[in-house]
């Protein structure tokens, strides 16, 4: 119904900065929310953003409020997640998603539609 494509991960320096974009095709429809959620390996899957589909509502977790962005555009279908000051810590694959709604969105478990990911590594 709904595909997501991620793209803009790279490889970069601590204190560098990363755009990434997440294409929606596809079925889509208002009120999806759409989130930013990151992964490294090892460790369980953790929200970064979220923002709602009219986009007046973002949340951040804790270690990436003031560094990174969410924004979405909705005529094209995409969301961004604007990444500045990265650290090491910052290491992992980046995955967009979206459901429908404003509940639970900084559950990943809530999210029926994913992207494959994009990776972002950041070199000390």
């Known amino acids: 119904q709904v595909q997501l494509k991620e793209s803009g991960g790279g490889l970069v320096q601590a204190g560098d900065s990363l755009r990434l974009s997440c294409a929606a095709s596809?079925?889509?429809?208002?009120?999806?929310?759409m989130g930013w959620f990151r992964q490294a390996p090892g460790k369980e899957r953790e929200f970064v953003a979220t923002?709602?589909?009219?986009?007046?509502?973002?949340y951040y977790a804790n270690s990436v409020k003031g560094r990174f962005t969410i924004s979405r555009d909705n005529a094209k279908n995409t969301v961004f997640l604007e990444m500045n000051n990265l650290k090491p810590e910052d290491t992992a694959v980046y995955y967009c998603?979206?459901?429908?709604?404003?509940?639970?969105?900084?559950?990943?478990?809530?999210?029926?539609?994913w992207g494959q990911g994009t990776q972002v590594t950041v070199s000390s």
């Open positions: 923002i709602g589909w009219r986009a007046s509502t973002t």
């Open positions: 596809g079925r889509t429809f208002t009120n999806y929310a």
């Open positions: 998603a979206t459901k429908f709604g404003v509940l639970n969105i900084n559950n990943y478990s809530q999210y029926p539609y």
